[in-house]
T-cell receptor
Framework: SAVISQKPSRDICQRGTSLTIQCQVD?????MFWYRQQPGQSLTLIAT???????TYESGFVIDKFPISRPNLTFSTLTVSNMSPEDSSIYLC???WGAGELFFGEGSRLTVL | KQEVTQIPAALSVPEGENLVLNCSFT??????LQWFRQDPGKGLTSLLL?????REQTSGRLNASLDKSSGRSTLYIAASQPGDSATYLC??????????????FGGGTRVLVKP
């Protein structure tokens, strides 16, 4: 397994601002993903964070709104840009090796006023 | 497009009863299926992973079965305890050549075990 640390664990932000969420893993991983969990909903995949290249976004998510970086095999960031109340969600980082089990961080709970 | 459904959405049982949680998926071409537990306001804890070639997987009081042909997986929790109260999520993995596993999640089953 892996120990996954996400920062911040929670934040309250103003409409129109941006927030960057960090995901740090205690070992090198091949796969890193970002998920969103809206209130009362299940998880939806935002994008796959690719090391050294642009992230691969799922339908309905775009780079301008959710820019992602992955400079190495243990770290990634997700930015939520120009936030609106609809962006209030839990954002979760997920990691794995190849096609095996995936592990999740504790999530970052974002509230946009 | 894969769709994953979990029924029931909520379940309440007295302590000691066995729990049966159902998960169905529309596309049988999955690479594996994973069961998670989520406590309120927390992240996900991986419970069991079943590879597509397996029929079941066991860990302690937990047993998960997989029937790809019918598009179903079932999580059994024996002798439930109040500490088992949580939301249980199943997720089907489609192998993407570019990115490895990508999970499609069900809506979850919220379980309450009453003392």
């Amino acid at each position: 397994s892996a120990v996954i640390s996400q920062k911040p664990s929670r934040d309250i932000c103003q409409r129109g601002t941006s927030l960057t969420i960090q995901c740090q893993v205690d070992s090198q991983v091949t796969m890193m993903f970002w998920y969103r969990q809206q209130p009362g909903q299940s998880l939806t995949l935002i994008a796959t964070a690719n090391q050294g290249s642009e992230a691969t976004y799922e339908s309905g998510f775009v780079i301008d709104k959710f820019p992602i970086s992955r400079p190495n095999l243990t770290f990634s960031t997700l930015t939520v840009s120009n936030m609106s109340p609809e962006d209030s969600s839990i954002y979760l980082c997920s990691v794995g090796w190849g096609a095996g089990e995936l592990f999740f961080g504790e999530g970052s709970r974002l509230t946009v006023l | 497009k894969q769709e994953v459904t979990q029924i029931p959405a909520a379940l309440s049982v007295p302590e000691g009863e066995n729990l049966v949680l159902n998960c169905s998926f529309t596309d049988s071409a999955i690479y594996n299926l994973q069961w998670f537990r989520q406590d309120p306001g927390k992240g996900l804890t991986s419970l069991l992973l079943i590879q597509s070639s397996q029929r079941e997987q066991t860990s302690g009081r937990l047993n998960a079965s997989l029937d790809k042909s019918s598009g179903r997986s079932t999580l059994y929790i024996a002798a439930s305890q109040p500490g088992d109260s949580a939301t249980y999520l199943c997720a089907a993995a489609a192998l993407s050549k570019a990115a490895g596993n990508k999970l499609t999640f069900g809506g979850g089953t919220r379980v309450l075990v009453k003392p």
